[in-house]
């Protein structure tokens, strides 16, 4: 399937079954800002659940806090949010729309990679199973000028943006001849910067209102809660503090579904070090960061690392994880070496100390953090857009199934009567009873057997539990597989025990532990 169709499958499956829906439908929607519908919710929080827990209670020196979405105003001017938020924008003048210039560099950048790769893959038919693409790379003159003139655009667009020469940023966009995706001309305004923050007041009367903002990361709620937290608990560097919630931010270029939001969630953590150590950890949370992500059995060529070219003026370390969504490689996850960056600067505007006693060093300072950074809703987005196939079965007929990690499949288990009479839903319901408490199962009696099954498979539900008159004599089962369709009977009393082998969170993070 071309990417656009995969893309569009993917929305309007998220729609037709009660994963996603556009915020404020009925009055034409919301721009940029979705709602999660009874089975989105359901795989929403099963993701954060493997988060928080692998954060939070598999590590003795992480703990996790809430902290409100509205801070003083001054923790962004302090940030750097207030000054240095921005975007460069550009504007189309025929088809009026806008865009982030460093998203379109970027993917004119990407299009002249794929020029390369598609030169290694026609060499790598050509000569066979001897051929070594890293090789042909560094060697084959053509693919190399590709190469060579992707990172000279780069290097040549980061030396602008950091030098905040917007001039020369427009000129790269001019010299490189990138058109607008929609008019496909090339008549642009200047680049301007755009801040990204929400605002909105606080208190009845205007004129004694003050200025607030919509956090746009989760992070300074926990760098504003440092020192409370390392002294209410006790906490010995290094250490970490974790949190899941909202963030807002004013996208310009907001495509491409959940994957640029104005209103998201994020899942942070920022680990506090002696400084000099940070770089040991920066390592140790990429490799960590992946396994999490690797756990989940998600074909491992969907995610790569890519280092960042341009450097925040606080970091000293950056990488993302990216992951392949419908719509080619993009960021999932950031992991930051953030130094003393975030801490002096609150120190600085507060005037109030937050600083650590080391007492294996006898001495106080600052920690360093590095940070990891993932979007709840991208990487709800990762996760569904890669579960989500189409299978010819044998017979010749067709299934869509969602192939989620059962962990976080929003339904367990379907409780099935095979028919609505002779006692079939009786034995349904009680079963349902005795799963309900440890597991999310669903009763449901409507349509053949074979619909219901097909309902099941595309929602993602592991397993079927199927009711038949010889249940009444048995007390057994059938139960079919979500992936291989296999079914088998087994006694009902076994179902809490089968199903928590297969289902629990718990296998999940014991095979990341
Ligand atoms: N505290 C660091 C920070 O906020 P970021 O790279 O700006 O770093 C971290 O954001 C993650 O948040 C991203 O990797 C992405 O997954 C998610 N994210 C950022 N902007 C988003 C948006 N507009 N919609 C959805 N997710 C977003």
Same mark, same amino acid.
């Given at each position: 399937?071309?990417?656009?169709?995969?893309?569009?499958?993917?929305?309007?499956?998220?729609?037709?079954?009660?994963?996603?829906?556009?915020?404020?439908?009925?009055?034409?929607?919301?721009?940029?800002?979705?709602?999660?519908?009874?089975?989105?919710?359901?795989?929403?929080?099963?993701?954060?659940?493997?988060?928080?827990?692998?954060?939070?209670?598999?590590?003795?020196?992480?703990?996790?806090?809430?902290?409100?979405?509205?801070?003083?105003?001054?923790?962004?001017?302090?940030?750097?949010?207030?000054?240095?938020?921005?975007?460069? /924008?550009?504007?189309?003048? %025929?088809?009026? +729309? #806008?865009?982030?210039?460093?998203?379109?560099? @970027? &993917?004119? =950048? $990407?299009?002249?990679?794929?020029?390369?790769?598609?030169?290694?893959?026609?060499?790598?038919?050509?000569?066979?199973?001897?051929?070594?693409?890293?090789?042909?790379?560094?060697?084959?003159?053509?693919?190399?000028?590709? /190469?060579?003139?992707?990172? %000279?655009?780069? +290097? #040549?667009?980061?030396?602008?943006?950091?030098? @905040? &020469?917007? =001039? $020369?940023?427009?000129?790269?966009?001019?010299?490189?001849?990138?058109?607008?995706?929609?008019?496909?001309?090339?008549?642009?305004?200047?680049?301007?910067?755009?801040?990204?923050?929400?605002?909105?007041?606080?208190?009845?009367?205007?004129?004694?209102?003050?200025?607030?903002?919509?956090?746009?990361?989760?992070?300074?709620?926990?760098?504003?809660?440092?020192?409370?937290?390392?002294?209410?608990?006790?906490?010995?560097?290094?250490?970490?503090?974790?949190?899941?919630?909202?963030?807002?931010?004013?996208?310009?270029?907001?495509?491409?579904?959940?994957?640029?939001?104005?209103?998201?969630?994020?899942?942070?953590?920022?680990?506090?070090?002696?400084?000099?150590?940070?770089?040991?950890?920066?390592?140790?949370?990429?490799?960590?960061?992946?396994?999490?992500?690797?756990?989940?059995?998600?074909?491992?060529?969907?995610?790569?690392?890519?280092?960042?070219?341009?450097?925040?003026?606080?970091?000293?370390?950056?990488?993302?994880?990216?992951?392949?969504?419908?719509?080619?490689?993009?960021?999932?996850?950031?992991?930051?070496?953030?130094?003393?960056?975030?801490?002096?600067?609150?120190?600085?505007?507060?005037?109030?100390?937050?600083?650590?006693?080391?007492?294996?060093?006898?001495?106080?300072?600052?920690?360093?953090?590095?940070?990891?950074?993932?979007?709840?809703?991208?990487?709800?987005?990762?996760?569904?857009?890669?579960?989500?196939?189409?299978?010819?079965?044998?017979?010749?007929?067709?299934?869509?199934?969602?192939?989620?990690?059962?962990?976080?499949?929003?339904?367990?288990?379907?409780?099935?009567?095979?028919?609505?009479?002779?006692?079939?839903?009786?034995?349904?319901?009680?079963?349902?009873?005795?799963?309900?408490?440890?597991?999310?199962?669903?009763?449901?009696?409507?349509?053949?057997?074979?619909?219901?099954?097909?309902?099941?498979?595309?929602?993602?539900?592991?397993?079927?539990?199927?009711?038949?008159?010889?249940?009444?004599?048995?007390?057994?089962?059938?139960?079919?597989?979500?992936?291989?369709?296999?079914?088998?009977?087994?006694?009902?009393?076994?179902?809490?025990?089968?199903?928590?082998?297969?289902?629990?969170?718990?296998?999940?993070?014991?095979?990341?532990?």
């Amino acid at each position: 399937m071309a990417q656009d169709d995969l893309f569009k499958n993917v929305i309007s499956h998220a729609k037709e079954y009660g994963f996603i829906f556009q915020s404020s439908e009925i009055y034409d929607g919301l721009s940029a800002v979705y709602d999660y519908g009874q089975n989105g919710a359901l795989l929403k929080n099963n993701i954060k659940e493997y988060w928080w827990k692998s954060m939070v209670q598999l590590h003795e020196n992480i703990v996790g806090i809430d902290s409100a979405i509205f801070a003083h105003p001054t923790t962004w001017k302090a940030s750097g949010h207030v000054d240095a938020f921005n975007d460069p /924008l550009i504007d189309n003048k %025929d088809s009026k +729309k #806008r865009y982030r210039a460093d998203v379109l560099v @970027e &993917d004119h =950048v $990407e299009k002249i990679r794929q020029k390369a790769d598609k030169e290694v893959a026609k060499a790598a038919k050509r000569f066979g199973e001897s051929f070594d693409a890293d090789m042909y790379r560094t060697t084959n003159p053509r693919v190399m000028g590709y /190469l060579q003139k992707a990172d %000279d655009i780069i +290097k #040549r667009f980061v030396t602008a943006l950091e030098a @905040e &020469d917007l =001039v $020369e940023v427009k000129k790269v966009i001019e010299d490189e001849g990138i058109a607008c995706p929609i008019s496909g001309s090339k008549n642009w305004t200047d680049v301007r910067q755009f801040n990204l923050m929400f605002s909105t007041k606080m208190g009845s009367v205007a004129e004694e209102s003050n200025d607030l903002y919509l956090r746009p990361e989760t992070a300074q709620g926990i760098f504003l809660n440092y020192l409370n937290v390392q002294k209410t608990g006790r906490m010995k560097i290094p250490f970490g503090i974790a949190q899941i919630g909202k963030a807002f931010r004013n996208e310009i270029v907001a495509r491409q579904f959940i994957f640029r939001m104005r209103e998201f969630e994020q899942m942070e953590m920022q680990f506090f070090v002696r400084p000099g150590t940070e770089m040991e950890w920066y390592e140790n949370w990429k490799t960590a960061r992946m396994k999490w992500h690797s756990n989940l059995g998600i074909d491992a060529s969907k995610y790569r690392f890519h280092d960042h070219d341009k450097l925040a003026h606080y970091a000293n370390a950056a990488a993302d994880i990216e992951f392949e969504f419908p719509f080619g490689f993009k960021e999932l996850e950031g992991i930051h070496s953030r130094t003393d960056f975030d801490l002096k600067q609150h120190e600085k505007f507060s005037g109030k100390k937050l600083q650590y006693f080391d007492p294996e060093l006898n001495k106080n300072y600052v920690p360093y953090v590095v940070e990891t950074s993932i979007g709840l809703d991208r990487m709800f987005l990762a996760v569904f857009s890669s579960a989500l196939q189409n299978e010819v079965l044998e017979d010749g007929s067709e299934r869509t199934v969602l192939k989620l990690p059962y962990a976080l499949a929003p339904v367990k288990a379907a409780i099935l009567p095979l028919v609505k009479k002779d006692g079939l839903p009786e034995v349904a319901r009680e079963i349902l009873s005795q799963l309900k408490f440890e597991f999310n199962v669903q009763y449901d009696e409507k349509d053949a057997i074979g619909k219901r099954y097909r309902r099941h498979d595309a929602i993602g539900t592991p397993i079927c539990i199927t009711v038949d008159h010889e249940s009444l004599e048995d007390k057994s089962v059938t139960i079919r597989h979500r992936d291989s369709m296999l079914q088998e009977r087994v006694p009902i009393e076994t179902l809490n025990q089968i199903l928590g082998n297969h289902v629990k969170m718990d296998s999940l993070l014991k095979t990341l532990d």
